[in-house]
């Protein structure tokens, strides 16, 4: 009979929990590290640093035709080992579902706004370099939408 008791009450105890648990994150989601700092989110260009193995020139020449900006040149020497070398490259987000697709094993992706935001007090020539490129950019993107329009 106590063993019945316990069962029920064990039952209870877990039905509750299951049934109750999704009303304890009902807030909005905050990240704590930028409202501890007090930083707002970069608007995003939608460029991303990322690291891809390169195995064979061939695998190289579809890089470039991918038209993803090479960061850093791969080790000739990486083609003759069977894990290929590590090349860093500057991809849109349709680039990086590209190289995904096309088992470039894209690693370490950072959104490149965010990594200026975090290294522009110590590097503000990079900051104010970065926010020259990213005006040009916009202006590229409204001028591209205008012609669309029209």
Known sequence: MA???VHKLFSLVVLLSLALQPLAVTGKQVDKETSRQG???PATTGLFRTTVTVDSPSRRARLE?????VLSE?????????????VVILATADQLESLAR????????????????AHATEKPWLAA?????????????????????A
């Not at 035709?65 to 900006?69: D, E, N």
């Not at 950072?110 to 200026?116: G, K, Q, R, S």
């Not at 020259?132 to 669309?148: F, M, P, S, Y």
């Open 74 to 86: 791969p080790d000739p020497s990486g083609f003759r080992k069977p894990e290929g070398s590590p």
């Open 129 to 149: 370099a970065w926010g020259e490129l990213r005006q040009r950019i916009e202006t590229e993107q409204r001028i591209g939408t205008d012609k669309r329009m």
């Open 65 to 69: 035709a991918l038209g993803v900006v």
């Open 102 to 117: 096309l088992r470039f094993e894209p690693r370490g992706t950072d959104d490149a706004d965010a990594l200026i935001a």
């Open 3 to 5: 063993a019945s008791f």
């Open 39 to 41: 930083v707002a989110a």
